[in-house]
């Protein structure tokens, strides 16, 4: 079994943000392998559940917002006996240009409140991360700027590495070795 979340806030003022680069990407997984979320609470999060070459795959947005996005895979881990090898979360980066997408097998939160939050629940920084990057404005505090809607041309670009952390996800559902997707997907 292998859980794959999204990280993101929640609610209508929080859509096509940078900090919801997560959430754009498993959505557009969820959308093109036909899978739909549903709210459960107990997780603190929208699920969606499909198997891949007989292997339960679980989506997982977490409704905590990002801070507290821990609480709601400790959860989802705990209840599914998910081992922490077996998952993979996406995020933005901030230290990373628009777009750009880096797989890593394990890492520090990096200054990234939602890993940071997810690394002392679980009690280790051993799971898998694609970031997606999205820049940085020295003159805007970077609290300002994450939450700062995406324009037209930026959407497009994080749409586009969307699609590509899409396919990604599918090679990782279908039981691909990480390092083969990490070589395939991270972009210098």
Known sequence: MKLIVGLGNPGKEYEYTRHNAGFIAIDLFAK?????????????????IKSFNGEKVILLKPMTYMNLSGESVIAVMNFYKINLEDILVISDDLDSNLGRIRLRDHGSAGGHNGHKNIVS?????????????????????????VLKKLT?????????????VSN??????????????????SEK
């Not at 629940?121 to 700027?145: A, F, L, M, T």
């Not at 990604?168 to 997907?185: P, R």
């Open 168 to 185: 990604a996800l599918l090679d990782f559902a279908n039981d691909v070795e990480f390092m083969k997707i990490s070589s395939k997907y």
């Open 152 to 164: 037209e041309e930026e959407l497009a670009i994080l749409n586009n590495s969307a699609e590509k």
């Open 121 to 145: 629940h679980v009690h280790s920084e051993g799971y898998k991360r694609i970031k997606i990057g999205i820049g940085r404005d020295s003159n805007i505090p970077v609290v300002d700027w």
């Open 32 to 48: 093109k392998n036909d899978i739909e979320f549903k709210l459960e609470p107990k997780f603190k999060g929208m699920i969606g």
